[in-house]
């Protein structure tokens, strides 16, 4: 039997709910623990668009994590964000039967087959449009509300903070946006670097750069990483090594070793949390479900406080150091940015 859904049972401290990834159960907890109003979370399968070995939930984990999120009235996403792959729809199909059974309060899909089998199917499963259904505007995003009956939309990660508000002002669903967590530049989970070089894509296997391809070799005192056999950096005595993705890798152009296509670095939306709640954004997540339990501790409790301090007195609200350091200390190459939200671009 599926669990209760929770609508309006919620006791939150801000009106944007902080949505916190967990790539285990021991995540979960820790997102729990640390503040999360609503956990999201995969199954171990191509279903899910952060399939790394050894992370995941089998279903009972998931049984198990919602039954502490509701016990908690807080609330479980299930991520089902991966394209259906030709021939293997039963796959995509298992995994909206499992986020029902097993009580979700809600599915994030981008697939349209996948958004139309849920609805007809699942009438009272509440669906969210993830960030790779790459829903930019308003008729975009209205269409896919009375197509599928979406709830809310995920917005990628390309919006300024004036376009953001637009929608807001238009859109009949609720929003999210990324608040912090790595960028990367792919077009939304429809990146095939990663399959140039492994054979594996966030599209085809949900995962980039996967860990069997991955090695790392210490000579001489550099540590070199390779994907495949490729080298996409090397590191000197100290340097700190940062995961190998072929996008942050460091090549030579022109005799200059550099990032060829982008330096590692986070998005970090703190300083902009009461101008997200006065648009009308709903929810703020938080990337990163490949990332550890301390991960979510720590990112979790720093964005609780900097959310609740921006309710309680918008005006005056301004990020204290020190949260900032901790989110610089998660972020991937220790560096962050304000992203698409301030763009100074066109
Ligand atoms: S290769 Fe880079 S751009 Fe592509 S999905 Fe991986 S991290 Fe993102």
């Keep these: 039997m599926p669990a209760p859904r929770l609508a309006g049972m919620q006791t939150r401290t801000s009106p944007l709910e902080l949505v916190a990834p967990a790539g285990s159960l021991a995540a979960l907890k820790a997102a729990i623990e640390a503040g999360a109003d609503t956990v999201y979370l995969g199954l171990k399968n191509a279903t899910n668009a952060r399939n ?65 089998y849920a609805r007809d199917r699942y009438p009272d499963l509440r669906l969210h449009l993830s960030v790779q259904g790459s829903a930019t505007h308003t008729d975009a995003i209205e269409l896919m509300k009375e197509q599928f009956g979406i709830r809310r939309v ?40 990663s399959s140039y070089a492994t054979g594996d894509s966030p599209n085809n296997k949900g995962v980039c750069s996967p860990a069997s391809a991955v090695r790392w070799v210490e000579e001489d005192g550099r540590l070199d990483a390779r994907l495949n056999g490729i080298l996409i950096d090397r590191y000197g005595p100290g340097e700190a090594a940062a995961y190998p993705t072929l996008c942050k890798g460091r090549f030579e152009v022109d005799g200059v070793a550099d990032h060829a296509l982008e330096e590692p670095t986070s998005l970090n939306a703190i300083g902009l949390l009461p101008r997200l709640a006065e648009m009308g954004v709903s929810a703020i997540k938080i990337e990163g479900r490949q990332r550890s339990p301390a991960y979510v501790t720590q990112v979790v409790s720093t964005l609780r406080a900097a959310l609740d301090s921006a309710h309680v007195d918008p005006n005056r609200y301004s990020p204290r150091p020190e949260w900032n350091a901790t989110l610089a200390r998660h972020a991937e190459g220790s560096q962050v940015t304000q992203g698409a939200f301030e763009r100074p671009w066109k």
């Design 52 to 116: 790394f070995a050894g992370l995941n939930f089998t279903e009972s984990d998931i049984r198990a994590g919602v039954e502490l999120a509701h016990s908690k009235n807080r609330q479980v996403l299930f991520a089902i964000n991966t394209f259906v792959q030709a021939g293997r729809g039963h796959e995509w199909r298992e995994a909206v039967d499992a986020a029902h059974a097993l009580g979700a309060d809600a599915v994030i899909m981008a697939d349209a087959g996948l958004l139309g």
């Design 154 to 193: 995920v917005l990628p990660r390309v919006l300024t903070l004036a376009e953001i508000a637009r929608i807001c002002a238009n859109v009949s669903v609720e929003v999210e946006v990324f608040g912090f967590g790595s960028l990367c530049v792919m077009a939304e989970g429809r990146c095939l670097l």
